[in-house]
């Protein structure tokens, strides 16, 4: 039997402890130049304070915050800030609905949050808080802008853009996805419009020759993923003639080797070139099949199952090598944005050109012989390497050997020269909607773009409230006409503000800058902190941002090492991935009536269950069904474990000469201070936790049936978990800890070290099977030789009685294991 004084109450703890650690304030970082601690840098991506935390949240959160509580218990100057993304859709379409002020919405929201944040014990240093949305976190987002735009970054141009009809505004490529607006599901159409765009491209080849910084850092897929959007190739640029055309048109291909093979010539039907080369007699069918596929995605465009489609523009096209006429077409399978809008299509290698050849009935040539059918008979492209063929000087060579020759004839001629073409595009990033940061450029007629003055940030928005805020297909900014009206900064002339406001990415491209010190005000970020702060020794979020946030943050900070304001062209060093919480094998959602409520769960198990049990689940990049652990199992070892602490400090004071402990107990909280440090170092969470619940269960035996609580080992044991269970379950930990009679937060009490001589076994079980069952245990050296530990076994007299003969067979798997096969 407990006494009632140690009844575990989870809800009592919580209250209890949430009040001691705000007079606490266990966890802010210093930023004293002079302080001797190795400083290291948490952070958890940024959240969007669209309601109170969810059951992603409780995993992510919980990730971040091992790895933080540990750094502090390792002695480390750690910071681990906290801030809100609070800009964006949600807040907006909230405020049309009730009438208000998105702020409104917001800040009601990031108050919940900060709260929950609190309650879940997150090791945050409240001194870093931030709000994207905050005047005084916007007005440098807008001075970084007008310093992009000064360094020719950012830039406005006209062209297709991806619209979201529902969310009534333009879309960047990265929040496309399989082609429907990444945030609310609608399928995007292509609009023509003129927007902002920031210059990443200019960055393409760094953004991916840097990586190779992060190998071994990155999970390897997310590597993958920015290799594959960036899409670096290397080819040529292909000059063609066409007809009735001054100027040449220029195609980009991987395959010069191929140009005999080329027998027709393709352009995208949204490139403008397409309008202008279209004869007279083909523009009334080329403006149908143009207005056909505007309503096409980029996606429903390259798919290959789709049937080909096109239309003839009347125009040849001169092949530079054979001076062959190529009739030239426009088909929905090329984009306006890839290359330069135009293909040479070679049929018998490309699948979808070959398509479309025997959709039109167009010549398939072979130029590289694979060994393979001829195309034009089967319908299958030979894509691979072979010898040239039917190519002129080319013939007999293999394909690297051919592009070198066929890039120096282009050479000679003029008509080519090798490039390097990327898949990534500039970043678009005005959008038509209110809640986000004013774009800082102002509209003159007499002096065109003109950025406002830094002295005149930040451009606050407007008081614009309700129906006024509804997205009409321009910005609801264009309406506000007092704010719109203003005179030119640099001719004094009646001008306009731009309306749009910025994709919400690029406030979360900085805002781990902002952290160091966020009432900064002698610029966007504190310089020399970011020096001291950074890179961020460890990232935790969702791989959902692989490619959008992660590409963006890494395109920012290499502008600002080339502005000379960080030393570093990574922000990131590591970066760990959590896998998503999922309920009967399915993500939760209202519709499949499958989600679960963190707070319920919470109110029903407690802070340290929940922490608890999503670490235990499993690694963390994996998913997490909630229908295959167990909350209501955390809350019973959690009780186990408090119980080992209060019962030892009950029996004993700290200061005992923990060297009389019982040995056996000692070395099991040694190797499991060991065996805990390496597993959290490494990220494997879920099996220290199961170490502390051996370790707990050890302590327990020695309490009931061993030396009993007051032996000075069972206080070593209980020391030791409670700051060991201090990273997954800080409020029972921050208990036991004062039960233990210690002072002090446990979360600054230290790291136990393993003492090494405890480490060192002075004997192992090994187990000795006859015909597959075990027929003796022998305590032997853990240095023990096989032919030793052979003899020893077939020595022994429990042994001996199976055996009625020699063994067929002896396996020995030294030192714990010797398999008998009679």
Known sequence: MHSDDQHYDPQALQVKWQRRWEELDPFRASDDPADPRERRYMLDMFSYPSGDLHMGHAEAFAIGDVVSRYWVQRGYNVLHPVGWDSFGLPAENAAIKNNAHPTEWTYANIETQAGSYRRYAISFDWSSRLHTSDETYYRWTQWLFVRFF???????????????????????????????????????????????????????????????????????????????????????????????????VTVYTTRPDTLYGATFFVVAPDAALAGEIVTDDRREAFEA??????????????????????VFLGRYAINPVSGERMPVWAADYVLSDYGHGAIMAVPAHDQRDLDFARAFGLPVRVVVHTGLADPGETGVATAGDGAMVNSGPLDGLAKADAIRKIVEVLGERGTGRPTVNFRLRDWLLSRQRFWGCPIPIIHCGDCGEVPVPDEQLPVTLPDLRGEALAPKGVSPLASAEEWVNVSCPKCGGAAKRDTDTMDT???????????????????????????????????????????????????????????????????????????????????MSKSLGNG???????????????????????PPEEDIDWADVSAAASQKFLARAFRVMAEAGAASAPGADVTAGDVDLRRTVHHTVDEVTRLVESHRFNVAVARLMELTSAARKAIDSGPGAADPAVREAAEA????????????????????????????????????????????TCVVQV????????????????????????????????????????????????????
Not at 151 to 160: D, E, F, H, Q, V
Not at 506 to 514: C, G, I, M, Q
Not at 596 to 618: C, E, K, N, S
């Open 721 to 764: 978990l409670a700051v060991m269970l201090s990273l997954v379950a800080p409020y029972v930990a921050e208990e036991g800890w004062e039960r233990l009679g210690r002072t002090g937060s446990v979360a600054l009490a230290g790291w136990p070290v393993a003492d090494p001589a405890l480490l060192v076994q002075d004997s192992v």
């Open 596 to 618: 679960i409520d963190l707070g319920q769960q919470i109110d029903a198990y407690g802070v340290d269950a929940v922490r608890l049990t999503v670490l235990f689940a499993g």
């Open 150 to 248: 000064e360094r020719g970054l950012a830039y406005r141009k006209g062209g297709l853009v991806n619209w979201c009809p529902k969310d009534q505004t333009v879309l960047a490529n990265e929040q496309v996805k399989d082609g429907r607006c990444e945030r609310c599901g609608t399928e995007v159409v292509r609009r023509e419009l003129t927007q902002w765009y920031f210059k990443i491209t200019d960055y393409a080849d760094r953004l991916l020759d840097d990586m190779a910084q992060l190998e071994g850092n990155w999970p390897e897929r997310v590597l993958a993923m920015q290799r594959n959007w960036i899409g670096r190739s290397e080819g040529a640029d292909v000059d063609f003639v066409i007809e009735g055309r001054d100027e040449p």
């Open 505 to 587: 990415f690029v406030d979360s491209s900085w805002y781990f800058l902002r952290y160091v010190n966020p009432s900064y005000e002698d610029g966007p970020f504190d310089v020399e902190g970011v020096r001291r702060w950074g890179p961020i020794d460890q990232y935790v979020g969702g791989v959902e941002h692989a490619v959008l946030h992660l590409l963006y943050s890494r395109f920012f900070t290499k502008v600002l090492h080339d502005m000379g304001m960080v030393d570093f062209v990574e922000p990131f060093t590591r970066l760990l991935n959590q896998g998503q919480v999922i309920n009967q094998g399915k993500a």
């Open 289 to 310: 099949y143009r207005a056909a596929v505007s309503k096409l995605s980029d996606i429903d465009r390259l798919s290959t199952d789709k049937e080909k489609t096109g």
């Open 771 to 822: 015909a597959g069952k075990v027929r003796d245990r022998l305590e032997v050296s853990p240095e023990i030789s096989e032919i030793d530990l052979e003899a020893l076994a077939l020595n022994s007299e429990k042994v001996r009685s199976f055996l009625s003969g020699a063994p067929r067979k002896i396996i020995v798997r030294a030192p714990k294991l010797v398999n008998i096969v009679p």
